[in-house]
């Protein structure tokens, strides 16, 4: 389908199986421990949803003069969050030791955070920022893993800095402000961490 598109040129199709490709294989989590039920039938439409979403999504990204392109990276980004929060719910769930947990997580979100922040700086490869970040993120991970915090509010705890990093790392690129790299990414990991607070 990508290389279909009418400007694709001698572009790489690469960045753009990133996303589909963690797309599928988170769905495919859920899907291998459950049992054919209602359950596994209504995730496994929702995934369907969910990676025809990011193909659309990835499809229009492939042109940033199209209208629809900060929508198709807003519908990118959103998803990037969402899966990246199943996928550390899915871990603590495992209950799977330190030392996979802290290497795992970190390095699916170095993945995320590396297409996410592509799209954000215009197609140049953000190699930097992903390794500050992913670094960020094993250490909140290793910081996290021994609380006794359930599933999702470990997930939950875990994605306000996620998306908290991305969002400084974007703003720093596009303006000196202070007010502007930190304001809207803190009020957002503010938010998350209630969420983990009052949900988790």
């Known amino acids: 389908m990508l290389r279909e598109h009418p400007n694709i040129g001698n572009y790489s199709t690469v960045p753009h199986l990133i996303l589909p490709a ?7 989590i859920p899907l291998g421990f459950l049992t054919v039920g209602p359950t596994w039938w209504i995730i496994l439409g929702l995934g369907s949803v969910l990676v025809l979403l990011v193909l659309v999504g990835e499809y229009i990204s492939l042109d940033k003069q199209n209208q629809y392109f900060p929508v198709s990276l807003m519908v990118l980004s959103s998803v990037s969050f ?12 495992a209950n799977l030791r330190l030392y996979l947990t802290a290497a795992i997580l970190p390095t699916v979100y170095a993945f995320f955070s590396l297409r996410v922040l592509q799209l954000r700086f215009g197609g140049s490869w953000p190699v930097k920022w992903t390794a500050v970040i992913a670094l960020a993120i094993a250490q909140f991970t290793i910081g996290l893993y021994y609380w006794p915090l359930s599933p999702v509010r470990f997930g939950l705890l875990l994605l306000g800095p ?6 400084i790392a974007s703003s720093f690129e596009e303006s000196p402000n202070l007010s502007d790299i930190y304001l809207e990414p803190l009020i957002m990991l503010g938010i998350i961490w209630l969420l983990a607070i009052f949900i988790g």
Do not use: S
């Open 162 to 167: 996620a998306y908290a990093l991305i969002g």
């Open 22 to 28: 963690l797309t599928a294989g988170t769905i495919g």
């Open 82 to 93: 969402g899966l990246f929060l199943i996928i550390a719910i899915a871990v603590r769930a």
